[in-house]
């Protein structure tokens, strides 16, 4: 194998075809570029970048229970002074997973 | 940022007390000639750009008025009610962003300004006479007009977003008009009163703004006080939540992610070595065992609170205060840069590990221990945030005349 590794033994050849070896210019904080799923039971969407979240998880939590007492008032209540607010751009469901996003 | 290329400083003139509310100013809130804020590059300590605040007063006692983030500066003016954001650029510019106060968007004034032209003319004449009298100031803050009956931005902001928060909890309007006017309107003056403590930043786009009574705003223990802290988009302008300070939903924030509440830039180790209730189980058993002696959990949850807004940098990042290192008294030494009492013996560093022994010891004062061992002493530490390097401040306050302070200050080095 050509990666820098030596010729560590692997289940596969291709596992670690694509890695470089660490180049001085770049900075040892940047994280791999891409992950290569090393079965293939479930195959990701081709297109599919895993970004990190940009709130952080306490303004998500604030955000959360803020919109949890205004839709919990919709759903009880038929009139109400202010209408329905738009649905925020991020509709991630919980914290915790992932969402697909296509690459800009 | 991370280069630390930079160095904030702030310089001030004389407190002048009981200056005249002039110009939009609180009244209570006392007078700074003269604030500047200076930007130096610390490479060869060139004054590369300065900031200055003319009449105003802002909080440089441990740094409570101003709020680090990144390359975003916070500047709370008390005396005007304004948070000015400012951001250091590279090139070494400190460039102001936006004033929230007065107004909340870029073109509020703008917008109300235009508006104004259209007023009768006996108005008009009225509203020059009133600006005339103004205090001429070298400014970089918006100065509020005087003639203008308007509450301010952010206050109306904060009301408006109670107002219909209380609103959309009942259906039934009769049930509405109730709860307003219970919660709402009978303490209507109150909240119209609230001033802008202390801000700290939850990250780029928010604040997190403490409110309170005038009288709070610049006594020192205000933890009696009634307060209420408030999140707030500067980009949309809009408040996301408002809490009291005894609030449970709070609190539960405040325990489970207590990390975040530091903001520190993303990409910064600063935050590698400090210990708190969300990141160090030694710091949670604390936490616990305060909770659990607590004789009231309201008692305890607003004690706890009392520390919102976080003061930027108040915490030592120094591997020493790390609580799965190391094992040492609370009370008399911690990562938070406060004014502890201060005893003759030394404090010990234990280590948490095997073999569990004690590593090393500190002792402020003295070597021989102080004369009178009847005064009271306070002491206070700075720690090296990489070094292992500290010093240790200890001041003994005489109370029979003459009364003198004396300061011991002694250096702390490992060998």
Known sequence: ?104 | MESNKFGLFATSTALIHDAPAVGGAVQGVPSIEKITFHLLRLEDGLVLDEKVFCNDFVNLTHNMGVFLYDDLLAIVSLRYQIIHILQIRDSGNLVHVRAIGEFCREDDELFLNSNAQGMALSDKNKQQQLLGNNIDNNIQQAQPNPGNSFLSGIKQRLLSFMFRGLWNEETEDTLRVDRLRKKFYFHFQDYVDLIIWKVQFLDRHHLLIKFGSVDGGVSRNADHHTSFIAVYNMDTTEIVSFYQNSADELYLLFEQFCDHFYATSRNSMHMNFISSHSNNIHALEQLRSIKDKASSSSQFMKKMLSSLPFSCQSLSPSPYFDQSLFRFDDKLISATDRHRQSTDHPIKFILRRPPYSLRFKVKPGPEAGSMDGRAKKISSFLFHPVLPLALSVQQTLFLQSPVVNMSVVNIHFRR
């Open chain 1, 1 to 104: 194998m050509d990666s820098g590794l030596g010729n560590w033994p692997s289940y596969d050849p291709h596992n670690f075809s694509q890695l470089r070896t660490s180049d001085p210019s770049r900075s040892s904080k940047m994280a791999p570029a891409t992950y290569h799923p090393t079965h293939n039971r479930v195959v990701p969407p081709a297109d599919q970048v895993i970004n990190t979240e940009a709130k952080h998880i306490l303004l998500r939590e604030i955000y959360r229970r803020a919109e949890e007492k205004i839709d919990l008032i919709a759903a009880t209540s038929p009139l109400q002074l202010t209408p329905k607010r738009a649905a925020s751009d991020n509709l991630t469901p919980e914290h915790g997973s992932k969402q697909p996003r296509v690459s800009t």
